[in-house]
T-cell receptor, first 115, second 109 residues
Framework: DTEVTQTPKHLVMGMTNKKSLKCEQH?????MYWYKQKAKKPPELMFV???????INESVPSRFSPECPNSSLLNLHLHALQPEDSALYLC??????????????FGNGTRLTVT | DQQVKQNSPSLSVQEGRISILNCDYT??????FLWYKKYPAEGPTFLIS?????DKNEDGRFTVFLNKSAKHLSLHIVPSQPGDSAVYFC????????FGSGTKLNVKP
């Protein structure tokens, strides 16, 4: 079982909907990440939170809005998405961001389909 | 431009034999390298890592080799088992993680 839990596993939403993806970890990690992965492509970094503060935003469109309510939780709020945003959204955590020898631990992802 | 490349999209190996997965990188600032395994419908699972001060790291059946002069990383799985069939991603880190596009390993019984 993964120690990073993501909900929901699957999500289908229309372009006018507002939805949220949720991620939780209880490993005491202080860095949390959102990645997007398309079929047969590597995971692409979207956001990094370090000690509950946003430290990296990879020029992600504003229709994606991250939130880190506390050190264990990470949300991704979605609004007015486009069909090309359909992908697997992966949450990950690590002991610290930019820390030597600190691997990422991934959740199982949310499979998002935008219709 | 991709800084981490896995040039073999797939690899097929007989059970019990060695699987060798390869990865090349371009950024000499990378100081930490990792391998992940991914099954369908699951997130990537961390397998093994190596820091740039080493050239080899072993964990059971898995060994990672780092050749800094060639900017090349490889993962050896010995002996290969059918349960090892998955997509393997290499990753490298310099402030943030960069992933290769993956190699699909099929271990035949």
């Amino acid at each position: 079982d993964t120690e990073v839990t993501q909900t929901p596993k699957h999500l289908v939403m229309g372009m006018t909907n507002k939805k949220s993806l949720k991620c939780e970890q209880h490993m005491g990690h202080r860095a949390m990440y959102w990645y997007k992965q398309k079929a047969k492509k590597p995971p692409e970094l979207m956001f990094v939170y370090s000690y509950e503060k946003l430290s990296i935003n990879e020029s992600v469109p504003s229709r994606f809005s991250p939130e880190c309510p506390n050190s264990s939780l990470l949300n991704l709020h979605l609004h007015a998405l486009q069909p090309e945003d359909s992908a697997l959204y992966l949450c990950a955590s690590s002991q610290a961001h930019d820390s030597y020898n600190s691997p990422l631990h991934f959740g199982n992802g949310t499979r998002l389909t935008v219709t | 431009d991709q800084q981490v490349k896995q040039n073999s999209p797939s690899l097929s190996v007989q059970e019990g034999r060695i699987s060798i997965l390869n990865c090349d990188y371009t950024n000499s600032m990378f100081d930490y390298f990792l391998w992940y395994k991914k099954y369908p419908a699951e997130g990537p699972t961390f397998l093994i890592s190596i820091s740039s001060i080493k050239d080899k790291n072993e964990d059971g059946r898995f060994t990672v080799f780092l050749n800094k002069s060639a900017k090349h990383l490889s993962l050896h799985i010995v002996p290969s088992q059918p349960g090892d069939s998955a997509v393997y991603f290499c990753a490298a880190s310099a402030h943030k993680f960069y992933f290769g596009s993956g190699t699909k390993l099929n271990v035949k019984p």
